[in-house]
T-cell receptor, first 114, second 111 residues
Framework: DADVTQTPRNRITKTGKRIMLECSQT?????MYWYRQDPGLGLRLIYY???????NKGEISDGYSVSRQAQAKFSLSLESAIPNQTALYFC?????????????FGPGTRLTVL | QKEVEQNSGPLSVPEGAIASLNCTYS??????FFWYRQYSGKSPELIMF????GDKEDGRFTAQLNKASQYVSLLIRDSQPSDSATYLC???????????FGSGTRLSIRP
């Protein structure tokens, strides 16, 4: 079984709808992240959480919110989806050991907002 | 200035040759440096990390770090068609709070 899972894998929605993307991990890592990827822009950090009670904004948090329900679960919400939120979304986990912070990515969710 | 910069490519290299990918970063106090590979439509996966000046080798891959010049590179020896992918450079800055990714370099290995 995959260590980091994301649901759904693909989603098409309409402008103004509320959308939730879910991420679960079995790696036992404290740190979890949400990124979006757009062509030519690489990975941009939306939100990150270093433990259950810790939530931090990333580079592009406007229009998004998150919830860390448990160590293993981190969900991303789009309160009112707009077309420029069409992108590939990745969840990732990491465990900051020895100065390294290797990211382990889920398979991604392709979101299209019409 | 972007915090982590990469040439977007595409970089085309003949099979069997050495592919050289470069990355520069702006935070002089950056601590750790990573190279991820991402195949089209897939998620990124770690190839190597390096945190000391010099070279680090792992099989066909060598990461090179020069903190004085603020660049990190990845060499791929004996390039194979399966190496065709986008390579993402990532850096943990001096605050150590999060990792910053470059926009990636697309590498194409031609037979």
């Amino acid at each position: 079984d995959a260590d980091v899972t994301q649901t759904p894998r693909n989603r098409i929605t309409k402008t103004g709808k509320r959308i939730m993307l879910e991420c679960s991990q079995t790696k036992g890592h404290d740190r979890m992240y949400w990124y979006r990827q757009d062509p030519g822009l690489g990975l941009r950090l939306i939100y990150y959480s270093f433990d259950v009670k810790d939530i931090n904004k990333g580079e592009i948090s406007d229009g998004y919110s998150v919830s860390r329900q448990a160590q293993a679960k981190f969900s991303l919400s789009l309160e009112s989806a707009i077309p420029n939120q069409t992108a590939l979304y990745f969840c990732a986990t990491s465990d900051f050991i020895g100065g390294t912070d290797t990211q382990y990515f889920g398979p991604g969710t392709r979101l299209t907002v019409l | 200035q972007k915090e982590v910069e990469q040439n977007s490519g595409p970089l085309s290299v003949p099979e069997g040759a050495i592919a050289s990918l470069n990355c520069t970063y702006s935070d002089r106090g950056s601590q750790s440096f990573f190279w991820y590979r991402q195949y089209s439509g897939k998620s990124p996966e770690l190839i190597m990390f390096i945190y000391s000046n010099g070279d680090k080798e792992d099989g066909r891959f060598t990461a090179q770090l020069n903190k004085a010049s603020q660049y990190v590179s990845l060499l791929i020896r004996d390039s194979q068609p399966s190496d065709s992918a986008t390579y993402l450079c990532a850096v943990i800055g001096s605050s150590a709070s999060k990792i910053i990714f470059g926009s990636g370099t697309r590498l194409s290995i031609r037979p």
